[in-house]
């Protein structure tokens, strides 16, 4: 078990600590008394668009213990808020700088970034959010939630580490010891640049961010200055798990989103998750109602290969209501934030099933559902409100692992659609 981060996480090292009780007015969750932390990935990125101030505000008010987010450079040195390296995906960038490809981030200035809505890409109602300075985001989040910083890409941003370090300096309210109720944690998959943030900042924890668990003896010497391991749940086997645990180390796997994965995650003895939906986690954490089937309709599959009867790639939908529902613009989304809308006019009967084509039935790159590593979806009605959330994950070989969404199969008849 690790100890609160406060405690300057980054010195210690050997053998797990004991638990050290938080402050703060949130109650420990149901195991034992631990406490297990959120982390909103991306802010709220299940229900705002990711890295933006709808989304982190959103955190903040869903009871987040930190928001993760990443950090890169403008053309211009300023540090700015924003996951991809390139604007296409989540800006307007091919509109508003038509012959600028490839929209790479560091190839645009301040200002220029700042002409860009970085909302309406996720939903209309979100068209007016901009691409936000880390003085921004800090002026932002106040002490009112931990912030977890990637540092992303420091090959393609080169100074990324310098330059936090030099602004954080300026920032003293945010990395002096004890001075916030929850720290900032610098990370990153960039060991190099976590190293040049310690040595210039060691009062600040980082967490190196991978896919797999380091190999032991590496992990051994991470222990001596890594504040937490920050592993893809979908890879994340449980002799791994404990070995982080066992070298001191918090356990913070990403991205995990759904109850099933949350509880698997629990049973390995995380000490918090990031996930795009931090207010569904933490009503799980607290013993709240789950979000599942909070609307009569849950997710009982997801397709995410060619099934062999032609239907190509879908997700099913069941009534587990009494009632009929009508899923008219509801939607869903998977973990990239792409979204599927149901059209107009299904209405699912009690205990019906309805079959929502998703992709073109191939595992190619237009498909919708990831069938390499696995994916996570959320349901979401036509006013936004999550209903259901559904991940699966795919190992090694391509078998679907199934004990991490204990759900019964459901007979492909009657399907609505
Ligand atoms: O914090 C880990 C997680 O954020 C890494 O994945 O690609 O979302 O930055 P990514
Ligand atoms: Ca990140």
């Not at 703060?24 to 709220?44: I, L, N």
């Not at 200035?109 to 309406?120: H, N, V």
């Not at 060691?202 to 797999?212: A, E, M, R, T």
């Not at 991470?222 to 002799?239: H, K, M, Q, T, Y």
């Amino acid at each position: 078990m690790h100890t609160s981060p406060s405690s300057r996480p980054g010195l210690r090292a050997g053998p797990a600590a004991a638990p050290v009780p938080r402050g703060g007015s949130t109650p420990p969750d149901s195991r034992g008394g631990r406490r297990v932390e959120t982390y909103a990935h991306r802010g709220s990125s299940g229900m705002a668009p990711e890295n933006t101030a709808a989304a982190f505000a959103r955190a903040i008010a869903e009871g987040a213990d930190y928001v993760e987010t990443d950090v890169q450079l403008s053309a211009d040195g300023e540090l700015v808020i924003i996951h991809d390296v390139t604007l296409a995906r989540t800006t307007d960038a091919r509109r508003v700088f038509a012959d600028r490809p490839p929209w790479n981030v560091h190839d645009f200035t301040l200002a220029e970034l700042k002409k860009l809505d970085a909302g309406g890409w996720y939903a209309a109602e979100f068209s007016g959010q901009h691409i936000l300075t880390l003085d921004e985001l800090l002026d932002l989040l106040g002490d009112r939630v931990g912030l977890n910083l990637e540092l992303k890409s420091p090959a393609v941003n080169p100074g990324l580490a310098q330059a936090v370090v030099a602004r954080l300096r300026r920032r003293r309210d945010w990395i002096a010891p004890g001075a916030r109720p929850r720290p900032l944690i610098v990370g990153s998959f960039d060991e190099q640049a976590l190293r040049e943030v310690h040595t210039r900042l060691p009062d600040v924890p980082v967490s190196l961010i991978s896919y797999d668990v380091p190999a032991s003896g590496r992990l051994a010497d991470l222990a001596g200055w890594i504040f937490s391991v920050n592993p893809d749940i979908r890879r994340l086997r449980p002799e791994d798990a404990a070995r982080v645990t066992e070298a001191g180390m918090a356990l913070v796997p990403w991205t995990v989103d759904s109850p099933e994965l949350w509880r698997w995650a629990l049973d390995l003895g995380v000490d918090g998750m990031i996930t795009n939906y931090p207010s569904a986690l933490t009503d799980l954490l607290h013993g709240r109602a789950p979000v599942r089937g909070a609307a009569g309709v849950v997710i009982e599959d997801i397709r995410h290969r060619s099934p062999g009867d032609g239907a190509g790639e879908h997700a099913v939908l069941r009534n587990v209501s009494d009632q009929p529902v009508d899923v008219g613009s509801w939607y869903l989304r998977n973990q990239a934030s792409d979204r599927i809308v149901v059209g107009d006019g299904h209405v699912i009967p009690p205990g019906g099933l309805l079959r929502v084509h998703t992709g073109p039935g191939t595992d190619g790159a237009t498909a919708f559902w990831n069938s390499t590593h696995g994916d996570s979806a959320g349901l979401h009605r036509a006013d936004g409100a999550i209903v259901d959330l559904y991940a699966y994950v795919i190992r090694a070989g391509g078998d679907t692992e199934k004990g991490r969404r204990p759900r019964r199969r459901p007979p492909l008849d009657p399907l609505v659609s």
